[in-house]
Structures are given as C-alpha cells and as structure tokens.
C-alpha cells in the first residue's frame, strides 16, 4: 500500500500543477478577451468619431465651395456695376458737353 500511495503522490501533484496551470491559462485567456472586447468597442467609437469628421469635412467643403461661388458672382456683379457706373459717367459728360455746346 505504501508503494502504491507513493508511486501516486507524484501524479497527483503533477495532475494538481497541471490543473492550476490550466485554471491560470483560462484565466489569462478571459482577461485576454475582456481586454479585447473593451478594445474593440473603444475603436468602433473611434471609427464613429471619425465618420462623423469626415462627414462634418465634407460639409464643411460644400459650404466653403457654396460661398466661393457667391462670392464670385458678387465680385463679377460688382465689376458689372463698375462698369456700368463708368459707361454713365462718360455719357453724362457727353451729355453735358453737348448740353454746352448748345
């Protein structure tokens, strides 16, 4: 009986390491995979963020486009009402010197 207690008290301190290495391992591995999912939502927030960035970018390059046009066409309506200033300006001299010539 001794023999036999004896030749498997090694086993089973081997069966008991291997347990706890298991227990350890499984451990490990859950906090491997917490760690992972916090991770994971933490770049689908990101990745959120940034949609919502690039679609405030190109709202904002609609906008910025938008204004460049209006302000074109004030620039040309202001060319415009130059010139339309300076064509009265030399008919009323023209005007005026016939006036004088009469």
């Given at each position: 009986e001794e023999r036999v207690v004896a030749l498997s008290s090694p086993a089973s301190a081997r069966s008991k390491e291997?347990?706890?290495?298991?227990?350890?391992?499984?451990?490990?591995?859950a906090a491997s995979e917490e760690s992972n999912?916090?991770?994971?939502?933490e770049i689908?927030?990101?990745m959120?963020?940034?949609?919502?960035?690039?679609?405030?970018?190109?709202?904002t390059k609609l906008q910025r486009n938008m204004v460049m046009q209006r302000l074109g066409m004030a620039e040309e309506g202001a060319r415009s009402a130059v010139q339309?200033?300076?064509?009265?300006?030399?008919?009323?001299?023209?005007a005026e010197a016939d006036h004088h010539k009469n």
């Open positions: 291997s347990l706890a290495q298991t227990q350890m391992l499984t451990e490990r591995l999912q916090k991770q994971a939502a689908s927030g990101l959120a963020s940034l949609a919502q960035a690039e679609e405030l970018h190109q709202s339309q200033k300076e064509m009265l300006e030399i008919r009323l001299a023209a």
